[in-house]
């Protein structure tokens, strides 16, 4: 059968979640298909620990890759798999531009006695978080808020073609992709944690589409507390500022290749698949099973 008639048919049925889960469960339909079946509806997801989480899938790519591919042949196998095993040892973690709460939620039931905090902005999609939150019996402490350098508000732009892509900074989506921007509350997570009591950090994940210079200059403590760190670095511009913030604080780099593993690098550049993994020497050992060697 041809695949642009299957979809067809598949577009038509009723209730597509419960009649593919068998299929999902059996494995063996290509991924060339499977990237095109989208779902609506709850799902579980396990997670490498043996616990799984449930998420509200939207049918959107990212829920549909988790889908038919669960962490271990779905969507950013290896960030997430390193996420897991440092989440294991980690008493607080923080999901910066959290979105729906994926790495939240691995984090959570990776290491179930963390706190978890998660941050996210935007509206819409903090919805979608909470729904996800509760579904798992309210485990995440969740912030409707953006993160940056100091306390305040900031115009949010939002592409409208893009479901995952948000950002403080305009220029983000490019200049022919439609946006719409509002009004979103900021604080610096130095000020907030001293807030809430929190006075250690152990892993943080920072995705923030441009932001993340911004993010860290309003996180003093980093340095002090050095966590684990999952990084997005979109640029040339971003990486020379989170090298240099590193600078002198001990930290290990490895480049993400989302195919192959962890890659041992001296510098931090773009990448092809964006996300570095920071760390200090003695977290090298939790990573082990995911690093090669260029």
């Known amino acids: ?22 299929l999902r469960r059996w494995g063996r339909l290509p991924m060339s298909w499977t990237r095109h079946l989208f779902v ?11 616990r799984g989480f449930r998420m509200f899938n939207q049918g959107h790519y990212i829920e549909t890759l988790l889908f038919w591919g669960g962490l271990e042949r779905g969507w950013e196998r290896v960030s997430s798999g390193a996420w897991t095993a440092l989440s294991r040892e980690a008493h607080t973690v923080l999901d910066v531009g959290a979105n729906t709460g994926i790495y939240s939620l691995i984090a959570w039931s ?27 019996g309210q485990p995440l402490h969740l912030h409707r808020l953006a993160c940056g350098a100091e306390d305040g508000e900031a115009t949010l732009y939002e592409g409208t073609d893009n479901h995952y892509e948000a950002s403080l900074l305009q220029d983000t989506h490019g200049k022919n992709q439609k946006q719409q921007s509002y009004t979103v509350q900021v604080r610096s997570l130095d ?9 250690g950090v152990d ?23 050095k966590p684990s760190l999952l990084i997005e670095i979109l640029d040339e511009s971003i ?31 773009k990448s092809a698949t964006y996300n570095y993994v920071l760390v200090q020497a003695e977290k090298v050992p939790l990573l082990q099973p995911w690093i090669v060697q260029a």
């Not at 609506?40 to 043996?50: L, V, Y």
């Not at 923030?208 to 403590?221: D, N, R, S, T």
């Open 110 to 136: 990776s290491n179930p006695r963390a706190q978890v905090h998660a941050f996210e902005p935007v509206p819409r999609v903090f919805e979608i978080l909470e729904r996800n939150n509760d579904l798992n």
């Open 203 to 225: 892993l943080v994940k920072i995705d923030v589409e441009k932001f993340e210079p911004q993010v860290l200059a309003g996180f003093q403590q980093f340095k002090v507390w």
């Open 40 to 50: 609506h509806g709850t799902m579980t997801i396990q997670s490498g620990a043996g």
């Open 1 to 22: 059968m041809k695949l642009g008639l299957f979809r067809t048919i598949y577009a038509l049925l009723p209730g597509r979640i419960y009649l593919m889960e068998p």
């Open 239 to 269: 990486a020379s500022y989170v090298e240099d913030f590193m600078k002198d604080l001990g930290y290990l780099y490895f480049n993400v290749d989302e195919e192959k593993g962890l890659v041992p690098t001296q510098r931090l550049s």
């Open 191 to 199: 000020r907030l944690l001293s807030e809430e009591g929190i006075h």
